[in-house]
């Protein structure tokens, strides 16, 4: 196992637990991919490439007319030089030109896995964690080298794949695009599945034949956006939860990203994911490196469950860092659907008494506590409190709320600038504008230039003063509006198509320094909800808020696409009232109550407003969470019924040593003549024997999970039912 180097013949096998991949250079040049897949113990190259003389197809060699770049499965492709599919990178040179050429130069291997400069990525703790090879290519005429990263989670089957650019050479290099990683797959029995959305209808999955061609998702918004994921998979036909052959791939960004699939004529498809080229290019000055965000690949023929335990466990133990990656969260309440904009400390004092009654952890103030700032059109940027809804300040209302026994998180929205702010009037030229074209707003509002240091620097300050001055243990760190006039007035004009990546650079940058300042404070990014929920984020904030959209409802799907990749732990879910203030619809509190418990729980509604038997369901809700919290945050998820195929949806988590399991289960409609369902559950041990929680009934875990348990003929829509089991010991 491990990374496994062929020095004669200049063959890679990354060989993990059960997966194996494998590169060869081939005529002392190219890096050919030469196989991704289930493991096999050692290659011996039975898959050879066959070379002929393809029409159409050029030939770098001129006495070989069967060696085309065109046909050959590489590594990090590039243009110009006979492989007309997509390529990895393409760089202009001061003559104009775009055609490079790099070769093989050299490997480098070691144990470990070391950091991105600048850029979130996975880690390791112990450097016997992961195996990295370097594979250094160079365009000797340039000076130009490109190295190639992969690292190995031997135990975990995953490789990350990231490249830096480093320019040796004496002219400039206008850089137009770095993917982070190219694979080519030699055939084409796939279907592609992405994530789509939109505001308040995050993460739902796609899933569709590939055809010839290219099919892309994309953002070209500044942020991973909720329309289009960072995330692609390959999957074999009749590829499902359980088994089939799954190639995942997700990117380590938060900004604008490509992620493309390409069949050509011969029926290869080609995979490429990283930095969308749209609107982009770098200049490379000579002494200079470029480093490209991460890819994480994962590869299972266990099906897309077990893809999602793959980044489930990688993401909780090797992505989100600090003091609450291993730490239960807390239960919280948010004011936000309970009040909007109107609130004083009286409001809140009554919310937050209420919400100790219930058992809740965490008071969190939202929107609307600081400047002058009752709507949305003002105020963003002055992070100061607002003295006439908190004229005691934010001290005396955070120790108000910690005198009842809970703790105090804050909203802000660092990012953004309201035209009706101080910060704006003194500085009119800090947000991201093109000069001499007027503004577009989006909710009002503009956003910052985080691409310039004394931006950056004044946030940092000005979020820091806040923190440090009263007793603040979480903050929501909201971001509600995408780039537009995207242009830095710090940057020279041949730099403008650098802005938004230098913004994510930026904004990596003030992340880090702040949750560093303030390691005891639980961070929890949003954009609107899931706008830029993705593995970039996660890095820095352990935790993200799903969606604006709380009805429990929608959230069975936002919440089962959001677990493609992420696990539930990352995904905040709150209990809101009915009507739901997003979609109008009447569910149960009951219902509302499991389907936010299947994540990171948490309310977001004016306690003071329910009734005395409501608020002892909420009360009973809570002491169940709390029993139930290390499983669901730490447990292993699975998914039974998926809520995009009809009419139901089903999962049930596992404890890591399988002496614990909760299931749920939803009906969205009822039916006229419906079938009887039965929930057979997953990934219990097949030899114990459990106790359900609730009726004392003992099952095998094998029963539980081969036959199952028979659902009751309900007549009512939107119905939810739970089960919790223990291992029985006799
Ligand atoms: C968008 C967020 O998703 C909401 O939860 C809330 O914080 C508002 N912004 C406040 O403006």
């Not at 995207?486 to 940057?491: K, R």
């Given at each position: 196992m491990g990374i496994n180097i062929d020095e004669e013949q200049l063959l890679f096998h990354l060989q993990g637990k059960k997966t194996s991949y494998v590169m060869q250079v081939t005529r002392d040049a190219y890096l050919v991919h030469l196989y991704w897949g289930k493991r096999v113990?050692?290659?011996?190259?039975?898959n050879k490439i066959i070379f002929m003389d393809r029409v159409f197809s050029p030939n770098p060699?001129?006495?070989?007319?069967?060696?085309s770049l065109d046909t050959l499965p590489q590594e990090y492709p590039a243009y110009g030089r006979g492989d007309f599919r997509v390529p990895a990178y393409e760089i202009q040179l001061d003559n104009g030109s775009t055609v490079t050429d790099l070769r093989y130069k050299k490997y480098r291997m070691y144990k470990g896995k070391p950091k991105l400069k600048g850029l979130p990525s996975t880690y390791v703790e112990d450097e016997n964690e992961a195996e990295t090879l370097e594979i250094i290519m160079e365009d000797k005429l340039l000076g130009l080298t490109v190295t190639l990263s992969y690292s190995l989670y031997e135990d975990r089957d995953v490789i990350t794949r990231s490249v830096q650019f480093a320019n040796r050479g004496s002219q400039n290099l206008k850089m137009l695009r770095t993917l982070s990683a190219s694979v080519d797959f030699r055939d084409d029995e796939y279907e592609l599945i992405t994530l789509h959305g939109a505001h308040g209808n995050e993460k739902n999955i796609v899933r569709r034949e590939i055809v010839p061609g290219i099919q892309m998702v994309d953002s070209c918004?500044?942020?991973?956006?909720?329309?289009?994921?960072p995330f692609l998979a390959l999957v074999r036909k009749g590829t499902d939860e359980d088994q089939g052959e799954v190639y995942a791939f997700n990117l380590v960004y938060s900004g604008n990203f490509t992620a493309q699939v390409q069949v050509d004529q011969y029926r290869n498809t080609r995979v490429s994911m990283g930095i969308?080229?749209?609107d982009f290019s770098w200049l490379l000055e000579p002494g200079e490196t470029f480093q490209t965000p991460e890819v994480v690949m994962v590869y299972t023929d266990k099906g897309l469950g077990d893809m999602s335990r793959i980044y489930h466990e990688l993401y909780s133990e090797r992505l989100s860092r600090g003091l609450f990656r291993d730490k239960v969260r807390p239960i919280l309440i948010n004011n936000w659907e309970a009040t909007y904009f109107d609130f004083n400390a009286e409001k809140i004092e009554q919310i937050a008494k209420e919400a100790k009654q219930v058992g809740v952890e965490l008071f969190v103030l939202d929107d609307g506590w600081f400047g002058k700032r009752d709507d949305s059109s003002s105020s963003l940027g002055d992070w100061v409190v607002n003295q006439r809804k908190l004229p005691n300040g934010l001290v005396d209302l955070a120790n108000r709320v910690r005198n009842l026994g809970m703790e105090f998180g804050l909203w802000f929205e660092p990012e953004m600038v309201s035209i009706d702010s101080d910060l704006y009037r003194s500085h009119p030229d800090w947000c991201l504008h093109v000069p001499d074209r007027p503004y577009t707003l989006g909710r009002n509002q503009l956003v910052l230039d985080f691409s310039r240091q004394e931006v950056c620097d004044y946030i940092v300050k000005g979020v820091s003063d806040i923190l440090s001055s009263a007793p603040i243990t979480y903050v929501k760190w909201d971001m509600n509006r995408h780039m537009t006039d995207?242009?830095?007035?710090?940057?020279q004009p041949e730099r403008q198509r650098e802005t938004a990546h230098r913004y994510i650079l930026g904004l990596y940058k003030v992340m880090e320094e702040i949750t560093t300042k303030f390691p005891d404070i639980l961070f929890e990014s949003c954009s609107s909800g899931g706008g830029r929920f993705d593995a970039g984020m996660l890095y820095y904030m352990?935790?993200?808020?799903?969606?604006?959209?709380?009805d429990a409802i929608s959230r069975l799907k936002i919440q089962y696409g959001t677990s493609l990749v992420y696990p539930p732990i990352t995904m905040g879910a709150h209990v809101s009232s009915v009507p739901n203030h997003q979609v109008g619809r009447i569910t149960s509190l009951e219902t509302r109550g499991y389907v936010a418990m299947s994540g990171n729980l948490g309310y977001e509604l004016d306690l003071t407003k329910l009734t005395l038997e409501e608020k002892e369901v909420v009360k009973q809700q809570i002491v169940l969470y709390k029993e139930i919290r290390p499983l669901i945050q730490f447990g292993r998820f699975y998914r039974i019924f998926n809520p995009f195929d009809g009419n139901e949806a089903a999962w049930n988590f596992v404890s890591e040593d399988q002496s614990e399991a909760a299931a749920s289960y939803f009906k969205v409609l009822s039916e006229p003549a419906a079938p009887l369902r039965t929930i057979k559950l997953k990934g219990l041990h097949p030899d114990y024997l459990y106790q359900n929680v609730e009726t004392e009934e003992l099952y095998g875990g094998d029963e539980l999970m081969n036959i199952g348990i028979t659902l009751p003929i309900i007549k009512q829509d939107f119905v939810s039912m739970f089960w919790r089991f223990k291992k029985y010991r006799m």
């Open positions: 113990h050692t290659y011996r190259g039975s060699d001129p006495l070989d007319r069967t060696f918004r500044g942020a991973s956006s909720p329309q289009q994921a969308n080229p749209f995207v242009g830095s007035i710090a940057l352990p935790q993200t808020w799903t969606s604006d959209n709380t």
